[in-house]
């Protein structure tokens, strides 16, 4: 029995999908036919592609909305297109471009013009890929020369933590009883509380560091 796929893919889990489970919809494709990767299309390694080209028989149809949504790699768009047209013997349609429709022009011509527009078009979606991926660049180096900060802020070290550090080195103190102590005056609990405990080890051990004493890696699994 000769079944009809659909394949959808987002690069990311924020990106919308509706567009093209539309598309496999308005075709007439049951939902259980229709497999979606969140993933980059720069390989294949991909959950769901994987699960669909298990699925896939000989003389079954795929769908898929454009190009770029099969991948966006032009080596590996060309090995996975032969594999399943040729090895599997299945039949792939492009929603957004009639010409790559392998239910038609079987022939030597017909053949030719789809390998063309094939690898065109695999061409251009890998060359969009490495353009989306200089602008990201681009845009994170303008953003740092302006003095935007990426990743989780920093949180300031308690208040006492000057004073504290002071007995510490005088060697009043231990290492752990002046984390402790400097975790005390700050005004959270639970695993902030460990994460500044551990936080103000760190910060002791580089600045006896830096004053040319020993360092010891205990901050190393802090």
Not at 192 to 203: A, K, P, S
Request: some cysteine; proline content about 3%; hydrophobic content about 35%.
């Amino acid at each position: 029995m000769k079944n009809t796929y659909g394949y959808v893919r987002v690069s990311t889990k924020d990106q919308n999908e509706d567009r093209q489970l539309l598309a496999m919809a308005s075709l007439g494709i049951e939902p259980q036919n229709i497999f979606t990767d969140r993933q980059s299309g720069k390989d294949f390694e991909r959950t769901q592609y994987k699960l669909l080209t298990q699925a896939l028989h000989e003389g079954d149809t795929l769908y898929i909305k454009s190009i770029d949504r099969l991948g966006r790699n032009y080596e590996e768009i060309l090995v996975q297109w032969g594999i399943l047209t040729k090895q599997k013997s299945i039949d792939i349609v492009v929603i957004d471009m009639p010409l790559l429709d392998t239910r038609r022009g079987k022939d030597l011509l017909g053949n030719f013009i789809s390998d063309l527009v094939l690898q065109i078009l695999s061409f251009v979606a890998e060359t969009e890929r490495v353009n989306i991926k200089k602008r990201q660049a681009e845009g994170i180096a303008a953003a740092k020369a302006r003095g935007v900060r990426f990743g989780r802020p920093r949180t300031p070290l308690p208040d006492n933590f000057t004073a504290i550090y002071s007995r510490w080195k005088a060697g009043e103190i231990t290492g752990t009883a002046a984390a402790e102590n400097a975790v005390c005056h700050w005004p959270h609990s639970g695993t902030e509380q460990i994460y500044m405990t551990r936080r103000c080890w760190r910060r002791m051990y580089k600045i006896k560091d830096k004053t040319g004493s020993i360092f010891t890696k205990m901050c190393t699994f802090l």
